[in-house]
């Protein structure tokens, strides 16, 4: 990295914004050879595994276990369930030959795991007391994307976790969606990021489920982003004529299982933690969220070197040892090309140590969010930082919230949102619910889509659908969406 | 799991006992529907997830850096090394159809990724400055084996780690082959597992490679398991008509960098911890390896179950908060199913907490390696962990390499081979280094292979090849190989 210019305003082009801090930070490879699959470099793969690593512990935290399935899944599994080949057939990807020959069964890369997962539930579940079955895998899925890809927020390989899970009854699987919605609010507390929690209108859910419920975040152009689902399966799946996944009950009765899977979307969500937290001087990450949580840098005077440098390894000593995750760069490079290179990879915390710091017992604390310094004294430096930490993360999560919540606006009619629809990213109104009335909203406004009733509270819709004025039924939200 | 009796010898039937591991413990299922592909369940993963860590700590200690390439190359990208393409073409998963449409350009699932990462390399590398390049990936890879398929010793979809590394010249590639020798050497030493450490003949090198470097293990079959493998590549990838990976040195002359490649087996090496250290009773885990190292179990007794199930709680908060991974099994199973359970798993410590032990202050532990218990007072529990962990270790370590080396014997003729044919797993011979001369051992010997020339020691041949007769260039090992 060289030191350049800042970045654009990601308000003002955030489709340059983004494709520039990307290329800039060094996270992202676009020039793989293959259309829609792109190359992580180092320093998203650090952010990467973090993500992985508080969604996975949250998720063993409640008694999640992890497995890891194939990535093929034979044609005639795939084919089982109805409703889920029609959703995904025209996006897989297929295998039809290895070793120079034709293969016996044609395979497809999973495009998501349902159809690779229950067949092995039918053969592990025999009495309930295997149930409830939590698992999760982390793991790349594949989707033949014919939209226009981007880079993490719509790719044909993408990361995620899939949890899947199997119940005695719907009362527990419905539990499950609640523990998954729980979950996914945690981790997006840690990721300070903003969501509107919504359940699926019946024609947009998951291929397969009886109830879908989701996670929308905002990117800065004003577009949704759906960064986790979880879905009440119901037995669609579980039933005689598809995986046939059977429990004998307490009673001495055999029936099928109830099921639920959950799937954050781990690209995507380092792609929401990239837009909706960077700026012009590139990414800006929560400390938790941080690979690299301090950088140290030695501010060398001539003839001072060696006391500046030496104060330089006892404060990242110390702070190494207090569990923070710190490092010295005590490269060549310049004072102002470490400071433009650090700050384009989001660390949250600068050290500064020069010879002013090292005379009168302070460092220098450079905050990468708000981009400000302050002097603080040698002893008090763990405490500073301890308290740093929730600090950043609240005003990260209020700067992103203000600016997801300013982004809302009710509507009560058509009028009123085609002279609000500027400033409306996210729209809100009372809507009769019909599919037809979505189509046509989607089409008379370049792409408005319903995205569902929320979920985190009971709205009650005024007398008259917004659009065409029939009877409503609830409120949406609507935005245009990745 | 159910108590069932003991699991057989593995020195007696090593198949039987391996497969009956694997389900007993419920590590692996090799019922999914697709030949050579299996889904490792929960208890496998957790220790998949230790091995990988270890072995990822080790390169980013050595300053390599996380990526993660695409899991399809395009066949032209693929075709360009001409040996490459010869070892690996009758072995590649090959998609041509995705979204119901063939595709414009073939695609297969990597087999490897010097073909997916090197044309990435031509576009990174333009100046000595970014030199040395060392990334390295965890990922899936697939081969169409046409062999017979085993769970994790063979199969079409197997787990490993690899790192390719780019150089200025050929003395620093060299240096990072020997790097990855030390990296390979200390996480087999957590690993508890003893190796050859060879320089593979020119025949049975690498595809591609100018040098091939392997570590083999012993399976209790008395067949070797390569484990991991190292290469000195040269610049038969970066020249010119391959993928002209090109840097300006400080000299100002553009040259081609040297190269090297490094895939440690992340399922083998799992396997053959499994392998090596287990016995009747299941797994035997190193103590760093295990995903829990201690297990807490109360012996409840009638009237005293508050006191013991409160002494079990203090005893495994104490542990976790001195570092250690421990659960407290507190399930409605008897002891004896808790003890059963356990030790399949391999917990390396097992700690019992009954009536005597809350009266007179002490615990008892169990060591899951000897199968003995000692009582130790609770005062020292701590202390008597942090002694066990290295001393586990060591005695697996002792165990394995005791094995190991009675197993090679050195022969120096044909007659005595065939006669000590059954002792000797590994053979040690002065060669004449003719591939004509090893294929005939194979054959004639039911498939004992040449692996190759240990490289850290050197060792003087006698005068004539052990098997023909012709002037020996060399001490080689022979073995059986998966």
Redesign the interface.
Known sequence: MSTEAPLKKKNENFSEWFDDVLQRAELI?I????KG??????NI??I??RVYEIIENLLIEKNH??????????I??FKKESEHIKGF????????????EELEEE?I?RPTSET?IY??FA??IRSYKALPMK?FQSV?V?R?E?KATRPLLRGR?F?WIEAHCAFIDEESARNQVKEDLEITKKAFHEFGLPFLMVEREPYDRFYGAVDSYAFDTLLPDGRVLQVATTHYLGQNFSNANVFDIKFTDKDGIRKNVHQTCYGPGVSRIVAAIISVHGDEYGLVLPFDVAPFQIIVIPILKAGKEDVIMEKSKIITQNLSKAGFRTILDDSDERPGEKYYKWEMLGVPIRIEIGEEEVKKGFVTIFRRDLRSRKKVKDEDVIDNILNLKSLILKELEKRAWDTFNSSIISVNSKEELMKKRERAKIVRASFCGRKECADEIKAETEGLEVRGRRIDIKEIPSEKCFWCGKEASRVVYLAKAY
Chains 1, 2 share one sequence.
């Open positions: 490879d020039r793989y050879n293959v699959f792109i190359v992580y470099r180092p793969m650090f990467v595994k276990k992890p497995t890891l399935f194939p990535v093929v899944i034979p005639s599994s057939e025209s996006e897989v990807f297929k295998i039809n030959e290895a070793g120079g395979l890369l690779a067949p092995m053969l592990w698992i790349s594949y033949h014919t390989e990361l």
